[in-house]
């Protein structure tokens, strides 16, 4: 069997960061392209460190593409001070010398890369849904086209920008609507488990023995999280490479499929993913929502991965 077929849209991003690294050198994908929006930091760092990513990790082939600068309906408000001013903590990626961005905004590139892929394409969601919703918006056949979208995002409880919303989606709530109800397959991966896990000292010290450059730049970027964390920061959480072990190592986390929409308007709950789990709408499941994630398995496996960059 092929490799799957994968488009990852990013805000990257410190833990976009190491989604990008698991995601290029696990087996059983072919990352088709990779594609920026505004979120963490401004689309002007998220897109360069894409482009700046790709280039010193040796992938010249796949095609960076630039998204959405700011969401559907809001104002842009970032993350800097979980990721730094520029997305990358305080690790500064050599500028790109050769590697040039796809002539294509991220909205068109993602439709004709699906209209190749004949109902292949899988997209990994880890940033503000904008430029999906775009692209659902522009296309009305582009539902149709896309075999399973994995995001990173919401919460059935909780959040961590307000009481209710998680960040992804807190950003650009009318965009995360228009995806959740767009009839694509989703699965959900938010902070019922990305905040359950959280990677160790340990795990930076091999990837750094491992030696290779992706490995070593992981490293560093842990190294970045521990910091933050011991100044009272989040954790080294990996939030966007869950919801990538999501869609490869299914074992490591326990889904349940709801009926989720979300709020768009509310004063106190903008961004909330009402995530319906005693049926109460009476609507049928329309997104697979993980709710449980064995940490030493996920851990293991992203470290393993990632060394796969080793050849
Ligand atoms: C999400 O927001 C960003 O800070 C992370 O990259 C992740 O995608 C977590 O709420
Ligand atoms: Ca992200």
């Known amino acids: 069997m092929g490799r799957r077929p994968f488009i990852i849209d990013c805000d990257t991003g410190t833990d976009d960061a190491i989604a990008i690294a698991a995601a290029l050198y696990c087996d059983e994908v072919e990352v ?7 979120g963490n930091v401004a689309h002007q760092y998220t ?53 040039k961005f796809d002539g294509r905004i991220a909205s068109q590139l993602i439709y004709e890369t699906a209209l190749e892929e004949k109902g292949e394409l899988e997209l990994l969601v880890i940033g503000p849904m904008t430029n999906i919703a775009i692209m659902l918006l522009e ?5 149709q ?27 650009d709530p009318m965009a995360a609507h228009i995806v959740t109800q767009s009839g694509i397959p989703q699965t959900m991966v938010g902070l019922d488990v990305t905040t359950a896990a959280a990677m160790k000292e340990p795990h930076s010290t091999e990837l750094r023995a491992c030696g290779t450059k992706a490995a070593v730049l992981c490293a560093d970027l842990l190294d970045y999280m521990f910091e933050r964390r011991d100044k009272g920061g989040e954790d ?43 049926g109460k709408k009476g609507k049928a ?27």
């Open 32 to 38: 088709k392209a990779v594609t920026s929006v505004n």
């Open 47 to 99: 897109s360069r460190n894409n482009l700046n990513l790709l280039e010193y990790l040796g992938f010249d082939d796949i095609p960076v593409a630039k998204g959405a600068v700011h969401p559907i309906m809001e104002n842009s408000y970032h993350a800097d001070g979980t990721h730094g001013n520029t997305g990358l903590g305080c690790i500064t990626l050599p500028e790109a010398s050769h590697k």
């Open 139 to 143: 296309h009305p056949d582009a539902a």
């Open 145 to 171: 086209l896309i075999k399973h979208i994995w995001f990173m995002g919401g919460a059935a409880v909780g959040g961590n920008v307000t009481t209710t919303a998680e960040f992804n989606i807190w950003i």
């Open 236 to 278: 080294a959480l990996m939030h966007d490479a869950m919801a990538f072990a999501a869609a490869v190592y299914p074992d490591c986390l326990e889904c349940h499929d709801y009926y989720v929409d979300v709020e768009c308007f509310g004063e106190y709950t903008k961004g909330h993913t009402m995530v319906d789990r005693r």
């Open 285 to 311: 499941p329309n997104v697979s929502v993980a709710l449980k994630v064995d940490e030493d398995k996920f851990c293991r496996w992203l470290v393993d991965t990632i060394k796969k960059s080793a050849g």
